[in-house]
């Protein structure tokens, strides 16, 4: 079965240093999603990107932070200077259909784990 | 703003027996709600999703009801076994047809099984 990858699975880094989180989405899908989750906290929204250019991003998704997808696999998210308060769980996501499709899905990645020193 | 939110942080269930996860939301222009299962140290997972005009969809164990009049959603899980303790969301999606739909999650309750 198809699934969302994501590397590494753990980052650790000292702060105010730049980080790029990778994934690879679901071959076929068209949208694509980044997700925090803060330890023992919800899952909190970050940013989406469709036709190689930013959808909706959060207010947490400030200047620090880009995302790219430099080629027809990959999706990455960086942040540029790290602060203590962005080590969280990041997961990426991605789905196929349309916005107006019923049924589809928003399908996530293992996570990659970013600490900041 | 964000308006899913769950009744109880934690649920212990004895092995076997139905499980009922419960959820409230505020927001009635939600198109769609999901609950997802996330196990330790992995991603959210798709369980099951309703759109906002149908009351009820079942799946394999798991059925999810919607009552729109008092603005609650809840997951039932059949015959609970161990496999199913994880932290589970409730989410939802406003679909938008100019951009891609992001999830709002709430809280998470944290199911346990008792053997």
């Known amino acids: 079965e198809p699934e969302v990858t994501q590397t590494p699975s753990h980052q650790v880094t000292q702060m105010g240093q730049e980080v790029i989180l990778r994934c690879v989405p679901i071959?076929?899908?068209?949208?694509f999603y980044w997700y925090r989750q803060i330890l023992g906290q919800k899952v909190e929204f970050l940013v989406s990107f469709y036709n190689n250019e930013i959808s909706e991003k959060s207010e947490i998704f400030d200047d620090q932070f880009s995302v790219e997808r430099p080629d027809g696999s990959n999706f990455t998210l960086k942040i540029r200077s790290t602060k203590l308060e962005d080590s969280a769980m990041y997961f990426c996501?991605?789905?196929?259909?349309?916005?107006?499709?019923?049924?589809?899905?928003?399908?996530f990645g293992p996570g990659t784990r970013l600490t900041v020193l | 703003g964000e308006s899913v939110g769950l009744h109880l942080p934690t649920l212990s269930v004895q092995e076997g027996d139905n499980s009922i996860i419960n959820c409230a939301y505020s927001n009635s222009a939600s198109d769609y709600f999901i609950w997802y299962k996330q196990e330790s140290g992995k991603g959210p997972q798709f369980i099951i999703d309703i759109r906002s005009n149908m009351d009820k969809r079942q799946g394999q164990r798991v059925t999810v009801l919607l009552n729109k009049t008092v603005k609650h959603l809840s997951l039932q899980i059949a015959a609970t076994q161990p496999g199913d303790s994880a932290v589970y969301f409730c989410a939802e999606i406003r679909l938008r047809y100019s951009s891609a739909s992001k999830i709002i999650f709430g809280s998470g309750t944290r199911l346990s099984i008792r053997p």
């Open positions: 996501a991605s789905r196929g259909a349309s916005p107006g499709l019923a049924g589809d899905t928003q399908y």
């Open positions: 071959s076929n899908h068209l949208y």
